[in-house]
């Protein structure tokens, strides 16, 4: 990956901050992207405001956004090799409950960021005739759990499963490669946002009996994007999450 462009969007926190470090240190040029102005600017800086690394401000449900990611990366660096939709949002509210206000905010963020920032970088792809596209969904699209409600934002990522597929399909024959990263637990800052004090206290949700690690994921975005016979999966990384449970 190395000298090969990568775009992360959700770039200043939690997953999308441990993968913008991990591709920078191998030497990836980078081009970070979130919606919160100060945090990007803060995390960049705490990178080391690093030379094969660059970032923009904006919001990923615009479509506009995609599109001035991918001129960003063709400015600086010359190339789109990757991109890894990791922007989302997510919170549990009882189904009943739910209004059409929080469907339209999920399906604004998490699909219409995922499906339009991928429209933008896709083209570039073709011409290249190589690409790699990582969707970040959730393993609880496949494994729901009665304790959390979250119909709205399940719905939005369900549909970046599928888009996954889908994606892998229609473009294959441009060697560009789309899958999806399934994360169980992970220690975020996700937690708290959610009303989680103490994440560790869910480690029992997974066979390996501990909640995950932003680098785990990390390290799983660098091997998809350096695979090149790998498309239209999707790849739990959640110890055991979908597999079992422990009684």
Same mark, same amino acid.
């Given at each position: 990956m190395k000298n090969k462009t990568v775009i992360i969007t959700g770039a200043s926190t939690g997953i999308g901050k441990e993968i913008a470090k991990h591709f920078i240190a191998k030497k990836s040029n980078v081009v970070?992207?979130?919606?919160?102005?100060?945090?990007?600017k803060k995390t960049y800086e705490e990178l080391g405001t690093p030379y094969n690394a660059t970032y923009?401000?904006?919001?990923i449900s615009k479509k506009e956004t995609g599109q001035r990611l991918a001129a960003l990366a063709l400015e600086k660096f010359d190339s789109i090799d990757v991109l890894i939709?990791?922007?989302?949002?997510?919170?549990?509210?009882?189904?009943?409950?739910?209004?059409?206000?929080?469907?339209? =905010?999920?399906?604004?963020?998490?699909?219409? !960021?995922t499906y339009f920032t991928s429209q933008a970088v896709i083209p570039e792809m073709i011409k290249q005739q190589n690409g790699s596209i990582i969707n970040i969904g959730t393993v609880l699209v496949e494994h729901a759990i009665?304790?959390?409600?979250?119909?709205?934002p399940l719905t939005s990522k369900g549909a970046i499963h599928s888009l996954t597929r889908q994606l892998a399909a229609e473009f294959g024959?441009?060697?560009?490669?789309?899958?999806?990263?399934?994360?169980?637990?992970?220690?975020?800052p996700l937690q708290g946002k959610i009303g989680i004090e103490n994440a560790d206290s869910l480690a029992g949700l997974h066979l390996l009996n501990r909640i995950g690690e932003t680098n785990e994921i990390a390290e799983a975005a660098?091997? =998809?994007?350096?695979?090149?016979?790998?498309? !239209?999966?999707?790849?739990?990384?959640?110890g055991g999450h979908t597999v079992g449970h422990t009684i």
């Open positions: 970070m992207n979130s919606s919160n102005a100060d945090n990007l923009l401000v904006g919001d939709n990791n922007a989302g949002i997510f919170s549990p509210k009882p189904f009943l409950d739910v209004e059409e206000k929080d469907l339209e =905010l999920y399906w604004n963020v998490n699909l219409k !960021g009665d304790g959390f409600p979250a119909t709205a024959k441009n060697n560009i490669k789309v899958n999806t990263i399934a994360p169980g637990i992970i220690r975020s660098y091997y =998809l994007a350096t695979s090149n016979f790998i498309t !239209g999966e999707t790849i739990n990384v959640a």
